[in-house]
């Protein structure tokens, strides 16, 4: 492993127990159960916000981006870590752990209110995320080539909405403070607006590249 590698998850091991602290901080009298759940799901949400921002922000000075940016893979790895950490936690929250009651009611229908919701977005992204901390490896894209290893890749743009939207409900389901939410819209707003800024700056760089070929 490479010095800046080393520092990269150094920095992230930092950033994810500052994360669960400030949620001690914040609920100081919750199990530790729930304050790792609340910490880490932040946490793990900050780290996917960081990994879509690093290929259009290295655009900037840069004409093209590799297939493989080691700094996102490896803030990507410590966000599938937290998120399914996140995950293992909040299962152990609700109903004493009973998993299949996030999902289905008592008679064994399913369970569609915004707490049903909130936990089918987040089943859905969990799979996306587990794929994609999967995949994040040498081996792996050696094994299936640069273009369909970037493809699943690309994954991580159908699991921000779902990450977006579990949190904005179970903001509803927790009845969280209001400034949750508003830094979360604000996340979206970034995302957004950091991926329009990089969607440009690929068509004006791919432009340039037709032009000069003419």
């Not at 400030?22 to 900050?46: C, K, Q």
């Not at 994609?132 to 699943?152: C, H, Y």
């Not at 995302?191 to 032009?211: D, E, M, N, P």
Request: proline residues 2%; contains cysteine.
């Amino acid at each position: 492993m490479t010095s800046s590698r080393y520092y990269t998850h150094l920095a992230m091991a930092w950033f994810t127990a500052g994360g669960c602290y400030l949620a001690y901080l914040y609920r100081p009298f919750a199990n530790a159960g729930a304050i790792l759940t609340l910490g880490l799901a932040y946490v793990s949400l900050l780290q996917m916000v960081i990994t879509l921002a690093i290929g259009p922000l290295q655009l900037l000075y840069q004409r093209r981006n590799p297939v493989n940016i080691m700094l996102r893979r490896d803030i990507g790895i410590w966000a599938g870590i937290t998120g399914c950490l996140h995950v293992f936690f909040g299962l152990q929250i609700h109903a004493g752990g009973d998993i299949l009651s996030y999902f289905l009611r008592s008679d064994g229908t399913i369970m569609w209110n915004l707490f049903g919701q909130a936990n089918y977005l987040g089943l859905a992204a969990t799979i996306i995320l587990v794929l994609l901390t999967v995949i994040s490896n040498d081996f792996s894209l050696r094994r299936m080539k640069g273009k369909a290893w970037k493809w699943l890749q690309r994954t991580n743009y159908l699991l921000a909405p779902l990450v977006f939207l579990h949190a904005l409900w179970y903001h509803d389901v927790a009845r969280r403070e209001q400034v949750f939410t508003y830094a979360v819209y604000a996340l979206i707003v970034f995302t957004l607006f950091i991926q329009v800024i990089g969607i440009y700056l690929y068509r004006a760089q791919s432009h340039r590249r037709r032009k000069r070929l003419l």
